[in-house]
């Protein structure tokens, strides 16, 4: 009898080698779908004009880029940026003039704006204020009497250091080929096109706030496409729609032939917490106009460093985004949707969208999916119940529910607490322990190995023993249909995720549901009607089905591993030096292996052996990834550039900065100079130290701010802004090193007038304060103590004050420069009670700082900062400038 009993459990029983089945099926869906994301078609060549006169050459696009790549790191103010690339896109556009069809108008403006605004960028209160900064204008003419035009956006400056081929010489090449390709084309559109080449999108965000505040042709925009880059390569994401009009997502649907958008993308960006911006901001905010937001966003790493070349490019790329922004431009401009915005039509609600691996293209609206949530969450709860009720009797129903309870639902959510909790042990301990935080940055595979693999493991174990600790002797169900009970399980774990994603409003919840809609399936597919076993024929095909089912639930899944990955782990690079990133990283890789393989989950305890082979492999796999990350040099975090491998830099602003503080006068009265370094990441501050260590430094003359003897009573520690804002150190030179100091932004009082109100009570002084120098800068205001700033001129109303900690609190403005321009006058109207000025005798009112930053200023380094900047090591992208900083009080 036991005997027997034995061979019947054993008949629900997988081979040990089963959980490697669902592994490598696991590990195949996700290299297909990472594989998704790079493949492109072929871009057109010089061959193809002939045959193919109206469709985008990517060819053609790619010789444009290259000449641009050519000049060089484009900052604002640089001649590469203000002559350079002025004069190379202006031939272009004289070129398309010449070669456009008759019927066809191309209008040309160069503008060159000047403008003030205040804006909050990531937590920090500041007025940009740009001078001079250009913007070039190219308007398509539509047909007669059509109102409402589209507009283009790219900017072709770029940051320090990088040639800015992606970001975005690359999506001025796309527009371009746009402009050549409409320009040439028979019949007008009917809609006016307004292509803008804008030229200080990296100050940040200017010289679009001057078109779309100041300039003519603004003013007929209806709906805009900005072109944008994070990253260097493969396909561009639609990660930000609108506001509202839902329609630009929908005309996104008909036109564009190779998706790749996600609402959970626009989600993310807006949420704040991606170290970037982009125009999409200042023409939502200042235009109030709807548009649509891409950006290529993989290979992360290489963006704004000097890899940000053609050389990590293809014009596959741009072939990619051409033939996709093409089309939706004809569609858009040949329809009717912009004409009812220009009559006053309002488009209201949010959408969501997504694409499944670039094949199809999925568009709702937010009510829609909500609608579609609740059914997907409430008929997959039915059938799995039902699947399960129809086989053992509905009598068994309270056996049912706990087995889904207890071993579905809470050994997943106990499963989830471990793996997040053992991932971030580890990253705790490579940190702490071992200092090898960010192994994975350089080596993408160790983010499975270290994080991907345990959490799996826990997961298995986690319903491995809940079904040996909680399994009941007399339940009724066999093993077989309890697993299927508890896949039920599941299903409501996540049920429970979504439907409260979709009652706060999180659209993303479209991840989960996708998935469950798969899962729905399996139980009517695999459940054993009679009529299936009559053919063997018809029996093959669904299980068929029910491994296909599979498959796409684990393609679906697994892009989103993907995905995050390569928005997170490039950010690392850039987010700061006090946070251990391996904490952000672990956390999203539980989720994500969560979520991938959650359904799998109940499965092991069919397995003979589970934790001898799959979670014994898991582990094993796990150990040899944590030996490699903290033993070998595949753990080190960077990798210089190689023909074998590709770059995955650390990033290094050092500035030499000279320290002036200015006496009544405006004399100099002292001076000091030193290396400020802003902290990148986790490791920057032991690579600076080690240089210079090398380099035969004093490490005592190495300090943070708050370390500094000046820090509590000078503006922001006498240093420019952002070596508070964010991590910094300074190494204090000596007098034979200071900085070459013959070029500056300089202030001046220019007049001085006080008076008092009727009452005697109060006394008010207007400064008129003059900035000379048509250099990059940023002032910080810090009214002294008793006093009141109370109005200025750079803008209508006075904005916030940055504040940073207990001690620092200043008005921050930031100036920008493109061609040079007329001093700025700048006027302050304070306020302090008559009482302190007679118990004090209060002068002076205000203290400024006025930093000037100089890049791309290599022939003006002193020898000794040079050489040193030199001796960085060849994984490190040194970002190198001079900086003044005057410090005055008025």
Not at 347 to 360: A, E, P, T
Not at 674 to 680: D, I, K, N, P, S
Request: a neutral charge.
């Amino acid at each position: 009898m036991k005997s027997k009993q034995k061979t019947t459990s054993n008949l629900h029983w997988w081979p040990w080698y089963g959980g490697w089945g669902m592994l490598v099926l696991l590990a195949l869906c996700g290299t297909a779908s990472y594989l998704s994301f790079f493949h492109l078609p072929p871009a057109l060549t010089d061959s193809d004009l002939g045959r193919l006169p109206y469709a985008f050459n990517g060819a053609r696009a790619w010789n444009t880029l290259v000449a641009l790549d050519a000049l060089g790191p484009k900052p604002v103010g640089s001649t590469a940026n203000e002559i350079g690339a002025v004069k190379l896109l202006e031939r272009e556009f004289t070129l398309i003039n010449a070669t456009k069809h008759a019927v066809q108008e191309v209008l040309y403006e160069k503008q060159l704006t000047s403008g003030a605004y205040g804006i909050n960028f990531f937590g920090s209160s500041m007025t940009s204020v740009y001078r001079n900064v250009q913007n070039l204008i190219v308007r398509l003419a539509g047909q007669e009497g059509v109102a409402g035009a589209l507009m283009l956006n790219c900017h072709y400056d770029s940051v320090a250091s990088s040639p800015g081929a992606s970001d975005d010489c690359g999506s001025c090449a796309v527009m371009l080929e746009i402009l050549r390709v409409l320009s040439r084309g028979s019949e007008r559109p009917r809609h006016p096109i307004v292509f803008l080449f804008n030229g200080a999108e990296e100050t940040p965000l200017q010289a679009s706030h001057g078109f779309i505040t100041q300039h003519r042709w603004a003013q007929e925009v209806r709906a805009f496409l900005n072109l944008e880059s994070v990253g260097s390569g493969g396909k561009e994401l639609l990660f930000q729609s609108g506001p509202q009009h839902p329609w630009l997502v929908e005309a996104y649907a008909r036109a564009v032939r190779h998706p790749f958008a996600h609402a959970i993308g626009e989600e993310i960006f807006q949420s704040g917490f991606i170290p970037s911006d982009t125009d999409f901001r200042i023409f939502r905010d200042f235009g109030h106009i709807p548009g649509l937001d891409f950006a290529h966003i993989f290979n992360g790493y290489r963006y704004h460093t000097r890899y940000d070349s053609v050389e990590y490019l293809s014009p596959a790329v741009l072939q990619n985004t051409g033939d996709n922004v093409l089309s939706l431009v004809r569609l858009l401009t040949s329809g009717e949707y912009l004409e009812r915005i220009a009559e006053g039509e309002r488009s209201v609600g949010k959408s969501v969208f997504f694409d499944f691996l670039g094949l199809f293209f999925v568009n709702c609206s937010e009510k829609q999916a909500a609608i579609m949530n609740v059914l997907v969450a409430f008929l997959g709860l039915l059938v799995g119940f039902w699947s399960t009720l129809r086989n053992v009797g509905s009598q068994h129903w309270r056996a049912v529910t706990t087995e889904s309870l207890i071993h579905g639902f809470c050994a997943t959510l106990v499963g989830a607490g471990a793996a997040v909790g053992f991932n971030l042990g580890i990253a705790f301990l490579v940190d702490r322990l071992f200092q090898r935080s960010m192994a994975w940055f350089s080596t993408y595979t160790l983010t499975v190995g270290l994080y991907c693999l345990p959490a799996m493991a826990l997961l298995f174990i986690a319903h491995r023993e809940f079904h040996r600790l909680f399994q009941r002797k007399d339940t009724p169900l066999p093993l077989s249909l309890a697993v299927k009970t508890r896949l039920t399980g599941v299903y409501l774990f996540w049920s429970v995720i979504m439907i409260g994603a979709t009652i706060a409003g999180i659209r993303s919840a479209y991840v989960i549901s996708v998935l469950l809609a798969c899962m729905a399936l399996i139980p009517l597919i695999s459940e054993p009607y009679p009529w299936h076993f009559k053919s063997k024929i018809v029996s093959t095909v669904l299980s068929g089905i029910w491994l296909l089912l599979h498959t796409v639930a684990l393609l679906w899944t697994t892009q989103f591993f993907h995905i995050f990955a390569n928005i997170f782990i490039p950010i690392a690079g850039r987010s700061g030096a006090n946070d251990n990133p391996d904490f952000l990283i672990a956390t999203v890789t539980a989720a994500c292996s969560l979520l991938v393989c959650s359904f799998m989950l109940p499965w092991i305890n069919l397995l003979r052996n589970p934790y001898s082979s799959t979670i014994g492999t898991l582990m094993a796999l796990f150990l040899i990834s944590l030996l490699l990350a903290i033993a070998t040099p595949l753990g080190f975090a960077y990798r210089e550039a190689t023909q074998q491998q590709s770059p995955k830099v650390q990033r290094i602003l050092a500035q030499h900065t000279l320290r002036q503080w200015h006496d009544s006068n405006g004399a100099v009265r002292t001076d000091d100079a030193g290396y400020l370094f802003r902290l990148w990441d986790r490791h920057n501050e032991a690579t600076i130290r080690e240089v210079i260590s090398s380099d035969g430094g004093n490490a005592g003359s190495i300090f943070k701010p708050s370390e500094m003897g000046d820090c509590t009573s000078e503006v922001f520690c006498g240093l420019p802004a952002s070596a508070v804002r964010f991590s910094s150190l300074w190494f204090a030179q000596p007098k034979s090193n200071h900085p070459d100091a013959v070029e500056m932004v300089k202030l001046s009082l220019e007049s001085r007038n006080n008076t008092t109100t009727k009452d005697g009570s109060v006394v008010r002084s207007r400064l008129a304060l003059n900035l000379t120098g048509s250099y990059q800068s940023s002032i910080l205001v810090r009214p002294r103590r008793n006093v009141t700033l109370t109005a200025w001129n750079l803008t209508p109303v006075l904005p916030p004050q940055l504040t940073v900690g207990d001690n620092h609190k200043a008005y921050y403005v930031i100036i920008t420069h493109g061609l040079p321009s007329q001093p700025l006058q700048l006027v302050l109207d304070l306020e302090q009670s008559a009482t302190d000025v007679a118990s004090a005798a209060q002068i002076p009112l205000v203290d400024i700082s006025v930093t000037t930053n100089f890049w791309e200023y290599h022939e003006h380094f002193m020898p000794a900062f040079s050489k040193f900047i030199q001796s960085f090591p060849p994984w490190a992208h040194v970002v190198p400038s001079v900086s003044i900083v005057n410090l005055y009080s008025f």
